[in-house]
């Protein structure tokens, strides 16, 4: 392989949304061939997902209980560079933030201070919310109030409303060997206001190294408990095949647990969750 681009559109979102996928990995794939490199190609696959509000990202991104729109989302790439937004609001695509703040000598710029450095750089002010969130916020809040949530929802009854996670992500190698890798989300579908999920966390969302790069998708919770990423990319490094890598990782989570991820090192890509997930992987020989 010389090229690859994978890309998925969360844990829950069936074969049904893989035509947006494909959209977002052929747009990954034509900044490869036209001579960008592999963080370039997983930046405009994301926006291309972000910008689809079929998916939890950017446009489409679920919203809070108090009814705002909070998203997170980050990079990183084999040359240990690494940025983020966490309770980024009001912009179109986090991810080109995220992009901006990799420049930048921090990682993660979170809630006020993540839109103040997006409005520096010129993002302009946006609305993400869409009639799909106002209506999932009040079928979410109506769950709340009668208590129909799924049995291993203890916490809120447990916090998280399942099946509904549907954060996007995407991972890119270029011919130089140069991986990167890149979530972004909406969150999970019942949140208090400040919550942040795996997704803008390096090593749990997301991982890239000279060995590979890895992004997930699911219960963001559960996913930081586990620093899913990280441990995935541990595996890939000390030379297991991606799929298994990916395979391995999902097995770490209870089935009642959302959770998918996606990977690629030189020895292949790797593709693996408990839910259907809507994904596409372009590999060029
Ligand atoms: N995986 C997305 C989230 O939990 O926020």
């Known amino acids: ?23 977002a990995a ?51 790439d084999s040359r240990m560079q690494a940025g ?53 916020l009040a079928e979410v809040k109506e769950k709340l109030k009668t208590g129909d949530l799924p049995p291993w929802a203890e916490k809120w009854k447990k916090f998280v409303y399942p099946g509904l996670t549907g954060t996007v992500g995407a991972v890119a190698m270029d011919e130089t060997g140069y991986y990167a890798a890149g979530s972004s989300t909406g969150g999970t579908s019942i949140m208090l206001p400040g919550r942040v999920g795996d997704s803008p966390q390096i090593g749990s969302g997301l991982y890239a190294g000279k060995h590979g790069a890895v992004t997930t998708t699911g219960i963001g919770e559960e996913i930081i408990k586990r620093v899913l990423c990280k441990s995935v990319y541990d595996k890939i490094a000390r030379g297991m095949a991606p799929q ?12 009642e647990i959302s959770v998918g991820i996606i990977a690629v090192s030189k020895k292949g890509v790797g593709v693996a969750s408990n839910r259907d997930m809507a994904h596409w992987v372009i590999a060029e020989e």
């Open 1 to 23: 392989m010389t090229r690859v681009v994978i890309t998925h559109g969360g844990a829950g979102a069936g074969k049904e949304y893989s035509d947006g996928t494909q959209r």
């Open 84 to 136: 983020g937004v966490a309770a980024i609001k009001r912009v179109k695509n986090p991810i080109r933030v995220a992009r901006c703040v990799m420049e930048t000598p921090h990682v993660l710029l979170v809630g006020d201070g993540a839109v103040e450095f997006a409005r520096m750089k010129g993002f302009p002010d946006y609305d993400p919310m869409t009639e799909k969130a106002r209506k999932r």
């Open 244 to 255: 298994k890598a990916c395979e391995w990782g999902v097995s770490l989570f209870p089935n």
């Open 26 to 76: 052929e747009k990954g794939m034509e900044v490869l061939r036209n001579g960008g490199n592999a963080l370039d190609a997983v930046v405009e696959a994301i926006v291309v997902l972000e910008d689809d509000e079929r998916f939890n990202a950017g446009t489409g991104s679920y919203a809070k209980l108090n009814g705002e729109i909070e998203m997170d989302a980050a990079l990183m």
